[in-house]
């Protein structure tokens, strides 16, 4: 018996388990829940949905431990007028990591202000992608809210490594959306819910009029962020490269959501990159980042004078 035991532990150690495609944080944050709801549910809810991100197997690719994805969501919770009926705001964070550096590129940094869902505690948080709505809409949607976004940093992530590596996590995430709950309260999944929604996040990626923008990302981490350590100012040729493709995509199609999520949580990244370079690029990335991301123009203007 005890050889036994011994060969399947060598066995084991030759064959280690395959990692799941996520390292997710979860925070769940109630400061505008009222007083009288149970606390502890909200404790069991953060666990319930790490487990839900990082246990679940989203691909048929393998991952090693040291290949998956960091990322973070916070759900913050306010109370409804129905028992155990919530709205909520979700911040998405996803970074990447930089080639035989250990820093971590942003490529998502997302909030979400759509959010519905009806959770009581110890409630198992199911879903499958055949029967998305489920039972009961605003059960399901909070699942739904969670696999759509868990396809979307998986489908980031890809395509930074490949022009189309993410399409077909992509695609996953529009069948969550084509399938998605409905019913009152419920929103984010139509175009006509807004203008930056997940509606428009996957018409965007999904689009082939928008096919530029599978370019763009893969230029800006592999032939830019990647490239840094072993040549900085090729690699920042790369990375003004993609910015004038991506002015050029946008002069075409204005006010494309995909447009502003690119850009979102990577101010400091850009003026630390366009800070270091020759003056006649550096006026140049100032110049297209001022007029490309508007909520830090001035910030742009004045770090890279």
């Not at 250990?102 to 009806?118: C, G, M, T």
């Not at 965007?204 to 032939?223: K, S």
Request: include cysteine; charge should be neutral; charged fraction near 20%.
């Amino acid at each position: 018996m005890r050889k036994i035991i011994l060969f399947f532990l060598l066995l084991i150690s030759f064959h280690p388990l395959e990692a799941q495609e996520l390292r997710a944080r979860v925070t769940v944050v109630t400061t505008r829940v009222s007083n009288n709801v149970n606390r502890n549910a909200f404790k069991t809810l953060e666990t319930a949905l790490v487990n839900f991100l990082n246990n679940r197997k989203w691909t048929t690719d393998t991952y090693a431990a040291n290949e998956r994805i960091d990322c973070n969501f916070l759900l913050n919770l306010e109370s409804t007028d129905e028992i155990n009926v919530y709205n909520a705001t979700l911040s998405i964070q996803a970074a990447r990591p930089v080639f035989n550096t250990s820093y971590l590129s942003p490529i998502i940094n997302f909030r979400d202000e759509n959010i519905a869902f009806k959770y009581q505690e110890f409630q198992q948080l199911e879903f499958n992608e055949n029967r998305v709505t489920g039972s009961d809409p605003l059960i399901s949607n909070l699942t739904a809210i969670f696999a759509y976004y868990a396809y979307m940093v998986i489908g980031f992530d890809a395509m930074s490594f490949g022009q189309h590596g993410g399409d077909p996590f992509f695609q996953k995430a529009q069948n969550i959306l084509n399938n998605a709950p409905d019913g009152r309260n419920i929103s984010g999944w139509k175009a006509f819910d807004g203008i930056r929604n997940r509606y428009w996040l996957a018409e965007n990626l999904l689009n082939t009029r928008y096919e530029v923008i599978h370019q763009i990302y893969y230029i800006y981490y592999r032939l830019g962020m990647d490239k840094m350590y072993a040549d900085e100012n090729a690699a920042r040729t790369e990375l003004l490269n993609a910015l004038n493709m991506m002015e050029a995509f946008n002069a075409d199609n204005q006010n494309t959501m995909i447009n502003q999520f690119f850009f979102q949580g990577k101010s400091g990244e850009l003026i630390g990159i366009f800070s270091k370079a020759k003056p006649p690029d550096k006026i140049r990335a100032a110049d297209l980042l001022a007029k490309l991301d508007i909520t830090n123009a001035s910030k742009y203007k004045e770090q890279l004078k």
